[in-house]
């Protein structure tokens, strides 16, 4: 199979880039295999025109509008590797062999690496969460945030804007400084190291207290939910949170004809900035096919 534009990856970075595409009458490839990082949330926010739109809609509305150009096609599969260079590159596929394409773009999204304790997982998404700005309005009454490192301190002064906070150190240390800071803000900070989480989002400590809490924030770490960035060579910045493909603002990679978009590229995630990076890298490529290397 042969096309302009391999894009790996279909939801807000790449359905993204594939409009800009489709509407430059390119001929684009899209693979994805449907688990956008979101989809343990029942709804979206913050997102211009769909606040509070189920993620589910948003994509099926998005890859609808994508497909209904006539140069797009959507392989509900993985892409597993890539090889070649700018003008020749191979996409290989789980189940659809191999595609070639003058240009790529990554748009393979990352997961997150929550902590291995008891009932978190299985809320997370829903009184479990990493964003205020995503949650943090529909989440009311006592709120904690879990530490995961010694930056979870500014986490937990950051959501005293949305309600009263207590901050689970969980064996992290904070400084004189950081405690008085946290006091000043009147962040509550218990030391007693966290064994579970039950009912909506309570906190069963070590000392064996249980207390009541209706959210928990943690900041996960996360990874890229490919290695095909690395397998072509693409130079990888270390963030907070954990690696991602260093691009220029063109989105354009270290390697030429390979463009990335969304939360493999950036440290502050969300779909905005992942949608408004897939224009970007769509754009970008679209350029390049018609002007060459820029
Ligand atoms: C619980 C939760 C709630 C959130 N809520 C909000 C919110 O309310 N508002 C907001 O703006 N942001 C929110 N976010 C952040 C938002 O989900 C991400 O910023 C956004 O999904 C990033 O878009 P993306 O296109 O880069 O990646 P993703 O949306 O993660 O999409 C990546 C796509 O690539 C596919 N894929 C992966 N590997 C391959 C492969 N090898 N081959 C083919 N396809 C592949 C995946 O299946 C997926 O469909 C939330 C995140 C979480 C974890």
């Known amino acids: 199979m042969q096309c302009d534009v391999a894009i790996i990856g279909g939801s807000y970075a790449?359905?993204?880039?594939?409009?800009?595409?489709?509407?430059?009458?390119?001929?684009?490839?899209?693979?994805?295999?449907?688990?956008?990082?979101?989809?343990?949330?029942?709804?979206s926010h913050g997102f211009f025109g769909q606040d509070g739109a189920a993620p589910r809609t948003m994509l099926e509305t998005g890859r609808a509008k994508v497909l209904a150009y006539p140069t797009v096609r959507w392989l509900p599969d993985a892409a597993t590797e890539a090889r070649g260079g700018d003008n020749a590159f191979q996409v290989v596929t789980g189940e659809h062999g191999t595609i070639t394409a003058r240009k790529v773009v990554l748009a393979y999204g990352v997961s997150d690496v929550l902590p291995q304790i008891p009932g978190l997982a299985e809320r997370w998404g829903k009184t479990v969460v990493h964003c205020p700005y995503c949650h943090g309005y529909e989440l009311e009454g006592p709120q904690s945030v879990l530490a995961v490192a010694p930056m979870s301190a500014h986490q937990a002064m950051l959501i005293t804007e949305w309600g009263p906070t207590t901050l689970f150190a969980n064996g992290v240390a904070f400084d004189e400084?950081?405690?008085?800071?946290?006091?000043?803000?009147?962040?509550?900070?218990?030391?007693?190291?966290?064994?579970?989480?039950?009912?909506?989002?309570?906190?069963?400590?070590?000392?064996?207290r249980a207390l009541r809490m209706s959210s928990m924030y943690v900041a996960t770490s996360v990874k890229p939910n490919s290695s095909i960035g690395a397998q072509l060579g693409c130079t990888t910045e270390e963030?907070?949170?954990?690696?991602?493909?260093?691009?220029?603002?063109?989105r354009a990679t270290t390697v030429p004809g390979v463009f990335a978009a969304g939360d493999i590229i950036r440290d502050m995630h969300n779909a905005t900035f992942a949608s408004a990076d897939g224009v970007m890298a769509g754009a970008s490529a679209h350029r390049e096919l018609v002007f060459g290397a820029m």
Do not use: W
């Not at 008085?180 to 900070?189: P, S």
């Not at 493909?245 to 063109?250: C, E, F, V």
């Open 239 to 250: 963030g907070r949170f954990g690696p991602y493909l260093r691009t220029d603002a063109m």
């Open 14 to 43: 790449g359905l993204s880039a594939a409009m800009m595409l489709a509407r430059g009458r390119r001929d684009v490839v899209i693979l994805d295999t449907r688990a956008p990082r979101n989809r343990f949330a029942s709804h």
């Open 177 to 208: 400084a950081t405690l008085a800071e946290l006091a000043r803000k009147g962040v509550t900070v218990e030391q007693a190291r966290v064994t579970a989480i039950k009912d909506e989002a309570t906190v069963c400590l070590e000392d064996g």
